[in-house]
């Protein structure tokens, strides 16, 4: 045998053995920009969660300012009611009677979070943590957001229908210039209500024990939303960390 036709086979095996280690570069190069994309897409996704984080931190803050005037309204309107009798007539400014017969209603946005989570790019997370957190970041809200909804049940059931059905209320129109300052303008917290002067309103003891039933239940609700602040700073500060650590890698 020649020895062109003996090194024919070695040839052959040199030939797919490049072939094979071709397909197998193209593989993991295949392999590695896929990563380099979902990296990209979970770093995306983080941005947009820390941005939707400070929405809600800002939508919370608006809140607990807004629940806090309503109770300390409460709490000068009762005082007042103590001291004259059943169905008599006490002069108030109307500001306080906007602010008790306001229902605020926290709809945070969970957009990003939720998109993270169906993409399956929650699973990329490395730090468990994280993923716990970020998973159970809807039934935290839905907890702190509880009490604000059993206030507006009891509005609704007991507090609006004594309103509709005593003709010496002030008339809606009176509180709606506050409505709608209130709620379309910029939600900063302390801003300070325009007043059209004082009302009258009656005494009605129903009316009493309902409203504080419900400043109880928004006294309830601030300490909840003021956790739920707490809880949104230290998942912050864990994507904080989970970034510092990831440039750091990406650097070496």
Do not use: C
Not at 38 to 45: A, F, G, S
């Amino acid at each position: 045998m020649s020895g062109s036709n003996r090194s024919a086979p070695k040839r052959l095996l040199l030939e797919g053995l490049v072939v094979v280690a071709s397909i197998l570069l193209a593989f993991a190069l295949d392999a590695w920009w896929d990563d380099i994309a979902i990296q990209r897409d979970l770093r995306k996704d983080i941005e947009f969660v820390v941005l939707e984080i400070e929405a809600n931190r800002d939508r919370i803050l608006f809140h607990i300012d807004l629940m806090e005037r309503m109770t300390v309204a409460g709490d000068s309107l009762f005082a007042a009611m103590e001291s004259v009798p059943e169905d008599s007539l006490i002069s108030v400014p109307d500001t306080i009677i906007w602010l008790m017969n306001n229902y605020p209603t926290l709809n945070p946005s969970l957009g990003a979070v939720e998109a993270l989570i169906t993409s399956g790019r929650l699973a990329l997370i490395e730090d468990p943590a994280l993923r716990t957190a970020l998973a159970g970041l809807r039934d935290r809200i839905t907890d702190a957001v509880e009490e604000q909804d059993k206030a507006l049940t009891l509005y609704y059931d007991h507090v609006l229908p004594i309103v509709a059905s005593e003709s010496r209320w002030p008339q809606a129109d009176r509180t709606e210039d506050y409505n709608r300052e209130f709620w379309t303008l910029d939600r900063v917290p302390g801003r300070q209500l325009p007043s059209l002067g004082s009302i009258a309103v009656p005494v009605r003891r129903d009316w009493k024990r309902f409203q504080s039933e419900r400043m109880g239940q928004y006294r309830i609700s601030v300490g909840e939303m003021q956790l739920l602040l707490a809880q949104l700073d230290t998942l912050r500060s864990m994507i904080e960390r989970q970034n510092r650590r990831d440039t750091g890698r990406s650097a070496l």
